[in-house]
C-alpha cells in the first residue's frame, strides 16, 4: 500500500508564496515521476508540475517563472514552492506519485487527499 500525504496549503495573499510539500510512504520499489495537480471549483482537474526520478521538471503554462517543483528522493517527498500567487491559483492541490510498488509488477498511479490553497485579499 502507498500513501501520499500532502501539507503546507492555506490562506494567503495576492502576490504572496506557499510551498506545498507530499511525502510518499509505504511500499515503495521506485518512483518514476511524483507531481502535482489542481482542481478549481467547477473545474477539471489540471496539471500544474511533474518532475521525473531524474530531476526533469515540467510546467502548466499558466505557472512558469512563478512555482518551482523539486524532490528529496532520500524522503521520497515532493516540494511545490509556489510564489507570486494569484487569486486564480486558488484550488485543492492534489500530490501524485506514479509508483512502483513491488519489483514484481508495474507502475501505477497514486493520489494524496489534497490540500486547499486560497489566494485572497
Known amino acids: 500500500q502507498v500513501q501520499l500525504v500532502e501539507s503546507g496549503g492555506g490562506l494567503v495573499q495576492p502576490g504572496g508564496s506557499l510551498r506545498l510539500s507530499c511525502a510518499a510512504s509505504?511500499?515503495?520499489?521506485?518512483?518514476?515521476?511524483m507531481g502535482w495537480y489542481r482542481q478549481a471549483p467547477g473545474k477539471q482537474r489540471e496539471l500544474v508540475a511533474t518532475?521525473?526520478?531524474?530531476?526533469?521538471?515540467t510546467y502548466a503554462y499558466s505557472v512558469k517563472g512563478r512555482f518551482t517543483i523539486s524532490k528529496d528522493g532520500a524522503k521520497n517527498t515532493v516540494y511545490l514552492q509556489m510564489n507570486s500567487l494569484k487569486p486564480e491559483d486558488t484550488a485543492v492541490y492534489y500530490c501524485?506519485?506514479?509508483?512502483?510498488?513491488?519489483?514484481?509488477?508495474?507502475?501505477?498511479?497514486?493520489w494524496g487527499q489534497g490540500t486547499q490553497v486560497t489566494v485572497s485579499s
Open positions: 501524485n506519485g506514479y509508483i512502483r510498488p513491488t519489483w514484481q509488477g508495474g507502475s501505477h498511479d497514486y
Open positions: 509505504g511500499s515503495i520499489f521506485s518512483i518514476n515521476a
Open positions: 518532475i521525473t526520478n531524474g530531476g526533469s521538471p
